[in-house]
């Protein structure tokens, strides 16, 4: 799909605060509500725009730990990798799973409570998965970013 000037200022827009009223969208873009709505499904329609979230602290809901985990499997074979994901995919510390390249096969983004929690979440995920050759954890001291935009550009 091709991205116009007008649907690249929707989409600015629409990624620093999804719940602008249309008519206010429509007018800071230069168009009709009408116009300005059908423009909008025609990138939800097209998956240009995948989902409509409230970020959430994850502090205030008791979850202070964030841990990025290096992830090196015993193989390179494409079930192995099916299987992790699906697993990543059921586990809810999981809040990102990345297939990489180099020298881990997966980056994982854990958010948790504590340390304890973080333990639980090894013992029944990371260590049950036999096809796991290791795996290398740090642990954020501080968030630095976060954003979830994407940069759009002509």
Known sequence: MELDRIDRN????????????????????GLS?????????RLRDNN???????LVNPEL?????????SVEME???GDIYQNFRQSMKAAPEVTQCYQISGNYDFMLIIIVKDIQAYEHF???????????RKFH??????????????????
């Open 75 to 77: 193989r390179d074979r």
């Open 10 to 29: 929707i989409l600015v827009r629409l990624q620093k605060n999804n719940r602008i009223p249309n008519v206010e969208l429509a007018e800071l873009v």
């Open 33 to 41: 509500a009408p116009a300005c709505l059908k423009r909008i499904k």
């Open 61 to 69: 809901t008791g979850k202070k730990l964030t841990f990025l985990v």
């Open 137 to 154: 954890t740090s642990i954020s001291l501080r968030t630095i970013k976060f954003s979830t935009e994407i940069q759009i550009t002509e």
């Open 122 to 132: 090894v013992e029944r995920v990371l260590h049950t998965d036999l096809n796991i």
């Open 48 to 54: 240009v725009i995948i989902g409509d979230v409230s």
